[in-house]
């Protein structure tokens, strides 16, 4: 079994429309949303949820007013600055990162700590095959650990599907989120735009790539709106050892994709369609090999 | 005043926003210009700031002196990430598994642990003409970016105007930066993801009680549904920019708007002449 994971550093740059038609173009595989802080998927997928639970991870502290003594000393231990008083001690949950010294310390044992509720995870079935999928509530933490989850969740429904192949939708930038989607991964296919921001971009997760010790293939999107520009990450991807699978060019139907909630290379021959199915065989022959 | 520039989804012109009011601002008065989106700054590409100073972003992080432990196991019991653990004789620290809260320091009574430091990032600042500039980089393989944020918003001065740029999403990086903002503007795209993204975004300025606008980027590729919701939710749409394949191709150069549009100073000007009324 292979897994890929869709990247790309910048937002924006089409890793969702991408993944959305590898999963119409690919077969025998599980599809993941590891994008769980703003996940898109399920727009172009139209998944039908088989499975629904709450994602519980970490605690959150929350005061007991009867018990507490102003005293204060939770404020001055708490390193996240979540803690105020006034009156009595008051908790900003969007600033607790649940570590529990303030409870640990309370002399008046007015700290309770919560079991944090921060998301839902799905396995739904798709045209496509199934998908897992995942959202954080507005505003919560533990993003790494819900992508973990969701991961583990994939592989273990690929294992017993005897699926080939498990296709992630990572999310945006080089952080944690990102790095928790590449345990255990074959492969990353980073997805950019000729823009400067997307080679800057693009260059950092190819530094990631390479600090985690996966291979890494390119395609570049919307090449064609500065086509210097796609020289020069091809050029610099030469320099890396990093195969440059193809370049899609700009093409309106995407939007329009989108704005139908279908996979962009479903019942379509476009310039960007085409393009991507070419890249897909490629991807696959050099991850799945013979 | 500070205002924070913001999307949900990425991709979707923020930091060409961003980078463009920080222009049109400094024009009239002293600006500064934070980058926080510390995975990927992008911010200097478009205000291209002479960055003269380097500073290290350091997290503590506990060391163990063996000799003075005792391996009576409370650091390992009040660490909930659980960045310390025990095997017999032999105590190991995870170390990016830390998140710096200084549980085991204090529960120490043999004063076995010392203080260490990683480092996460680099903060950088400079001058972008007459634009302050500040921008984080996380270090590549760092998956900590709050605390480098939150030394990047250090550097905001009270007594100018600050915009910021916000790390897509809506988690604990987005949630840091916006935290104490005057004002958010929320860029997005009129399409399915665009929308679904805004209104996660929103949700979480709901919860933090903050005020913000809508921009409508590429307004004129997608459809009306970000229009529709806004209306129906009362939050005001501040600013429409059309597609123009100028722009595309400008921001590719690095080309903020005001260079490659010269007709979107004016409303990018009374936008801020609204917000900072």
Request: with cysteine; glycine share 8%; net charge negative.
């Amino acid at each position: 079994m292979k897994e890929i994971v869709v990247l790309s550093g910048k937002g924006g740059t089409g890793k969702t429309t991408f993944l959305g038609a590898m999963a119409f173009l690919a077969t025998n595989k599980v599809l993941a949303d590891c994008d769980v802080d703003a996940a898109d998927l399920h727009l172009l997928l139209a998944p039908e949820p088989r499975q629904e639970n709450e994602f519980r991870s970490g605690v959150k502290a929350r005061v007991d007013s009867t018990l507490c003594s102003a005293c204060g000393s939770c404020e001055e231990l708490c390193q996240f600055d979540a803690i105020e008083m006034n009156g009595e001690a008051q908790i900003n949950s969007l600033s607790c990162e649940g570590c529990g010294v303030c409870a640990h310390f309370c002399p008046e044992n007015a700290i309770i700590l919560d079991e944090n509720h921060c998301g839902t995870w799905f396995v739904s079935d798709t045209d496509y095959g199934p998908l897992v999928h995942a959202q954080l509530f507005a505003g919560e933490e533990n993003s790494g650990k819900l992508v973990a989850f969701v991961k583990r969740k994939a592989r273990q429904l690929a294992e017993e599907n005897g699926a080939e192949l498990i296709l992630v939708d990572g999310a945006p930038g080089i952080g944690c989120p990102v790095i928790a989607s590449l345990s255990n991964t074959d492969a990353i296919l980073a997805v950019t735009e000729p823009t400067q921001s997307g080679l800057h971009d693009l260059e950092r997760v190819l530094d990631l790539a390479v600090h985690f010790k996966i291979q890494s293939f390119v395609s570049i999107n919307k090449w064609d709106l500065n086509p210097p520009m796609a020289d020069e990450i091809e050029a610099c991807c030469r320099k890396r050892d990093v195969i440059v699978l193809g370049r899609v060019p700009f093409d309106p139907a995407v939007v329009s994709s989108q704005l139908n909630g279908v996979p962009l290379v479903k019942d379509n021959d476009g310039i960007a369609a085409m393009a991507i199915r070419e890249i897909w065989a490629q991807l696959r022959d050099n991850v799945a090999g013979d | 005043m500070r205002i924070t520039v913001a999307s949900g989804k990425g991709g979707t012109g923020k930091t060409i926003v961003s980078t463009s009011l920080a222009l049109c601002a400094s024009a009239s008065g002293r600006t500064q210009f934070l980058d926080c989106d510390v995975e990927e700054p992008n911010g200097h590409i478009f205000l291209a700031p002479d960055l003269s100073l380097s500073e290290r972003c350091v997290v503590t992080i506990p060391r163990i002196i063996e000799g003075k432990c005792t391996y009576c196991g409370k650091c390992r019991d009040i660490c909930r990430f659980n960045a310390i653990t025990i095997f017999g004789q032999t105590i190991m620290s995870f170390n990016e598994l830390c998140h710096s809260c200084l549980g085991c320091f204090l529960v120490c009574e043999e004063n076995a642990i010392a203080r260490d430091e990683r480092e996460i990032g680099v903060v950088e600042t400079g001058l972008a003409g007459s634009i302050d500039f500040v921008h984080g980089r996380t270090r590549v393989g760092e998956a900590m970016s709050v605390p480098l944020i939150k030394a990047v918003k250090k550097k905001a001065r009270q007594d100018v105007l600050v915009i910021i740029d916000a790390p897509p999403g809506t988690s604990c990086p987005f949630v840091e930066t916006v935290s104490d903002a005057d004002y958010v503007l929320l860029v997005t795209e009129p399409t399915p993801f665009g929308l679904h993204d805004l209104q996660l975004a929103v949700a979480v300025l709901q919860k933090l009680n903050i005020p913000g606008g809508v921009i409508i980027n590429r307004a004129d590729l997608g459809d009306d549904r970000v229009e529709k919701w806004c209306a129906g939710v009362g939050i005001p749409v501040v600013l429409k920019i059309p597609f123009e394949r100028g722009i595309a191709e400008g921001y590719a150069r690095g080309e903020n708007l005001i260079q490659s549009q010269p007709n979107l100073r004016q409303p990018l000007e009374n936008l801020l002449k609204e917000l900072v009324r």
